[in-house]
């Protein structure tokens, strides 16, 4: 269908393509409106097709900004760019690359998540695969046309069982994919040619979806157990396949299942999964940066996470990987780590309690001196008290469960308190990070999970830092895929987080905020694939024999840049 032309440097000097007229101008990653030039719309069928006025990029661009800025409110606004992206590739990943700052919580959290619940209503064309349990014979004929097609550098999959803090929205779980996507392009630059966003519908289990007539996906309650486990296993091995050097990305996949599936495949294929893993890269690079710029030690730090789900376990995985990075044993890290969930601090002789919080389970013995009003529910509150924490995340999605004894308890026990309220949307957030400045005389060091105004304090302006995915996930992402790297390592996820933490303001100033303004997320991903791309060489997890010097270049060569390139015949 086209061939891209480049020179030496792996620069696109021009594209060849065998398609002309309205088959051209349908194609989103060609098509370039009334920018196509005079002697493109002579070589391609084009005139009459177009108005007579040949534009630049740039003066679309102006037009984009004044339609984009029209549009009501924020769906709208997501409805405007996802029409523009299905219609041309280059002119919307331009003005969401200017527009960073507008444009991320529009594509992605927290808009997306309307998105997602509305998807079956404001359905307008297929994007990406559909892979249903009850088709899954077809499963490997239809990844394997692709591959015959088209060369799949990325995959993003998701069930939809687990989205954003929102939960089951079954098919509609494919706008997170693509959102996800849309970042990671934005964001890093990784070529909107070689992605494929994936749904895997096994059901859903809510019951609105169920009865709604609109609904698009699969009729049924969601697939558990053994046919679950089976199907995702056939999906990996037929991706395998089909497609040998891919980079996997899983989202919004359910607990239990998120974890299971990154256990089993993470060496067999580059996987990641942001819910368990970025979340984790980008809070551990805040507690570094936090660390750091308060000049504290590590051991003068206690640690409590609440709603201790994937994305809670996960990012305590991290840091307490950190932790013991600092030179503490795993059990002196452990010492100061706690997790609480529905029934309170997590303990070790509660029932059933899942794999992943057991690490962090406390023993009776450990709590003897406690201060306790209920043995069998110990509160946050009183977690905060007795442990002395000094770090607080939230991942709950329990609004205000950060309440006010919570919060001045923290600034009693530490004089910078570090406090993250994780959960998305905001209707779901554990604390406004204006009580939550308000409540610590301005003295608590805050990340939250989406983005909040400034807060202005005795005539201060304080900006907030968004815990944004975004600044880790699309770095990762390139710098497996420049160097081709066989799996995703712990080593590659911990210097992503040291190179985040390298660009943290808290440097300059302790009153800074945590992460850098999110319109620098394109320089901190680059900086982010280059240390995950020779970490990955160093461990011998690269496919391409590359010198560490030569790094940066495959990482330039593996970036898209959007730009209209000069179309030939073909
Ligand atoms: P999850 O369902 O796996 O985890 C939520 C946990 O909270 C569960 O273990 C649940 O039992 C627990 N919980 C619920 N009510 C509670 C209560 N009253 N007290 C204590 N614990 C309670 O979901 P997840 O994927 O881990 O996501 C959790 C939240 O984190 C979501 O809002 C999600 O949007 C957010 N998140 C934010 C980011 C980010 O900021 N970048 C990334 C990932 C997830």
């Given at each position: 269908?086209?061939k891209?032309?480049?020179?030496?440097?792996?620069q696109?000097?021009?594209?060849?393509t065998s398609?002309?007229?309205h088959?051209?101008m349908?194609?989103?990653?060609?098509?370039?409106?009334t920018?196509?030039s005079?002697?493109?719309?002579d070589?391609f069928?084009?005139?009459g097709?177009?108005?007579?006025?040949?534009?630049?990029?740039s003066?679309q661009?102006?037009?984009?900004?004044?339609?984009?800025?029209?549009?009501?409110?924020?769906?709208q606004?997501?409805?405007?760019?996802?029409?523009?992206h299905?219609?041309?590739?280059t002119?919307f990943y331009?003005?969401c690359?200017?527009h960073i700052?507008e444009v991320?919580p529009?594509v992605y959290?927290?808009?997306?998540?309307d998105?997602?619940?509305?998807?079956?209503?404001?359905?307008?064309?297929?994007a990406g695969?559909?892979?249903?349990?009850?088709?899954?014979k077809?499963?490997d004929?239809?990844?394997?046309?692709?591959?015959k097609?088209q060369?799949?550098?990325?995959i993003?999959?998701?069930d939809?069982e687990?989205?954003?803090g929102?939960?089951?929205?079954?098919?509609?779980?494919?706008d997170?994919?693509?959102g996800?996507?849309m970042v990671?392009?934005?964001c890093a630059?990784i070529n909107?040619?070689?992605v494929?966003?994936?749904?895997?519908d096994?059901?859903t289990?809510n019951q609105?979806?169920?009865?709604?007539?609109?609904?698009?996906?699969?009729r049924?309650?969601?697939i558990?157990g053994?046919?679950?486990d089976?199907f995702i296993?056939?999906?990996?091995?037929?991706?395998?396949k089909h497609?040998?050097n891919?980079y996997?990305?899983?989202?919004?996949?359910?607990?239990?299942?998120?974890r299971a599936?990154?256990?089993?495949?993470r060496?067999q294929?580059?996987?990641?999964?942001d819910?368990m893993?970025?979340?984790?890269i980008?809070?551990?690079?805040?507690?570094?940066?936090?660390?750091?710029?308060?000049?504290?030690?590590?051991?003068?730090?206690k640690?409590?996470?609440?709603?201790?789900?994937?994305a809670?376990?996960?990012?305590?995985?991290?840091?307490?990987d950190?932790f013991i990075?600092?030179?503490?044993?795993?059990k002196q890290a452990l010492?100061?780590f706690?997790?609480i969930d529905?029934f309170?601090l997590?303990v070790?002789?509660?029932?059933d309690l899942?794999?992943?919080?057991?690490?962090?389970?406390?023993?009776r013995?450990?709590l003897?001196?406690?201060?306790?009003n209920?043995?069998?529910n110990?509160?946050l509150?009183?977690v905060?008290?007795?442990?002395?924490?000094?770090?607080?995340?939230?991942?709950?999605?329990?609004?205000?469960a950060?309440?006010?004894?919570?919060?001045?308890?923290m600034?009693?026990?530490?004089?910078r308190?570090i406090?993250?309220?994780?959960?998305?949307p905001n209707?779901?957030?554990?604390?406004?990070?204006?009580d939550?400045i308000?409540?610590?005389n301005a003295?608590?060091?805050?990340?939250?999970?989406s983005?909040?105004e400034?807060?202005?304090?005795?005539?201060?302006?304080y900006q907030?830092?968004?815990?944004?995915?975004?600044f880790?996930?699309?770095?990762?992402?390139?710098?497996a895929?420049?160097?081709?790297?066989?799996k995703m390592s712990d080593g590659?996820?911990?210097?992503?987080s040291?190179?985040?933490?390298?660009?943290?303001?808290?440097?300059?100033?302790?009153n800074?905020?945590v992460l850098?303004?999110?319109?620098?997320a394109?320089?901190v991903s680059?900086?982010?694939?280059i240390a995950?791309?020779?970490?990955a060489?160093?461990?011998?997890?690269?496919?391409?024999k590359?010198?560490?010097a030569?790094?940066e270049?495959?990482v330039?060569?593996?970036?898209?840049?959007?730009?209209?390139y000069?179309?030939?015949?073909q």
């Amino acid at each position: 269908m086209f061939k891209v032309i480049t020179n030496k440097d792996g620069q696109t000097q021009e594209i060849q393509t065998s398609l002309s007229a309205h088959e051209l101008m349908d194609n989103p990653l060609l098509n370039k409106g009334t920018a196509f030039s005079k002697e493109e719309r002579d070589a391609f069928d084009l005139h009459g097709k177009l108005p007579i006025q040949v534009e630049s990029l740039s003066s679309q661009l102006m037009r984009v900004y004044r339609q984009f800025q029209e549009k009501n409110d924020n769906i709208q606004k997501n409805i405007f760019l996802n029409t523009l992206h299905d219609s041309n590739t280059t002119l919307f990943y331009k003005f969401c690359s200017q527009h960073i700052d507008e444009v991320l919580p529009i594509v992605y959290t927290p808009t997306v998540g309307d998105a997602v619940e509305q998807y079956s209503s404001e359905f307008r064309r297929p994007a990406g695969i559909y892979l249903a349990y009850d088709e899954q014979k077809q499963m490997d004929m239809i990844l394997g046309n692709i591959a015959k097609k088209q060369q799949i550098d990325f995959i993003i999959v998701t069930d939809g069982e687990a989205v954003l803090g929102i939960g089951d929205w079954g098919i509609g779980g494919m706008d997170i994919s693509i959102g996800k996507l849309m970042v990671y392009i934005i964001c890093a630059g990784i070529n909107p040619a070689n992605v494929l966003p994936v749904q895997l519908d096994v059901g859903t289990n809510n019951q609105k979806l169920l009865d709604d007539p609109m609904y698009l996906g699969a009729r049924h309650p969601r697939i558990t157990g053994k046919k679950y486990d089976q199907f995702i296993e056939k999906f990996v091995m037929s991706v395998k396949k089909h497609f040998p050097n891919v980079y996997l990305h899983w989202e919004d996949f359910g607990r239990d299942h998120a974890r299971a599936i990154l256990e089993t495949y993470r060496d067999q294929l580059c996987t990641f999964n942001d819910d368990m893993q970025g979340t984790g890269i980008v809070a551990t690079a805040n507690v570094i940066s936090a660390i750091r710029a308060t000049q504290t030690k590590f051991t003068d730090h206690k640690v409590v996470m609440f709603g201790a789900g994937t994305a809670g376990c996960g990012i305590m995985d991290q840091i307490l990987d950190a932790f013991i990075a600092s030179g503490m044993t795993r059990k002196q890290a452990l010492d100061r780590f706690y997790i609480i969930d529905r029934f309170g601090l997590v303990v070790d002789d509660m029932p059933d309690l899942p794999d992943f919080q057991k690490p962090y389970a406390k023993s009776r013995k450990e709590l003897k001196n406690w201060n306790i009003n209920n043995q069998e529910n110990i509160s946050l509150l009183e977690v905060v008290q007795n442990a002395k924490a000094t770090i607080l995340i939230g991942c709950s999605t329990v609004k205000g469960a950060f309440n006010k004894p919570i919060v001045t308890t923290m600034a009693q026990n530490i004089e910078r308190p570090i406090i993250m309220p994780l959960s998305n949307p905001n209707s779901h957030c554990e604390a406004t990070p204006e009580d939550l400045i308000n409540w610590t005389n301005a003295k608590a060091i805050i990340a939250a999970g989406s983005p909040f105004e400034p807060v202005v304090y005795q005539g201060k302006t304080y900006q907030i830092s968004q815990g944004n995915n975004a600044f880790i996930f699309p770095g990762l992402g390139l710098g497996a895929i420049a160097v081709k790297a066989t799996k995703m390592s712990d080593g590659m996820i911990r210097v992503a987080s040291e190179t985040l933490a390298s660009f943290s303001p808290l440097h300059q100033s302790v009153n800074n905020p945590v992460l850098p303004p999110i319109h620098d997320a394109t320089i901190v991903s680059k900086a982010v694939a280059i240390a995950v791309a020779k970490q990955a060489i160093k461990e011998g997890l690269s496919s391409i024999k590359a010198k560490e010097a030569d790094v940066e270049k495959l990482v330039n060569n593996a970036q898209w840049i959007p730009d209209y390139y000069p179309l030939k015949k073909q």
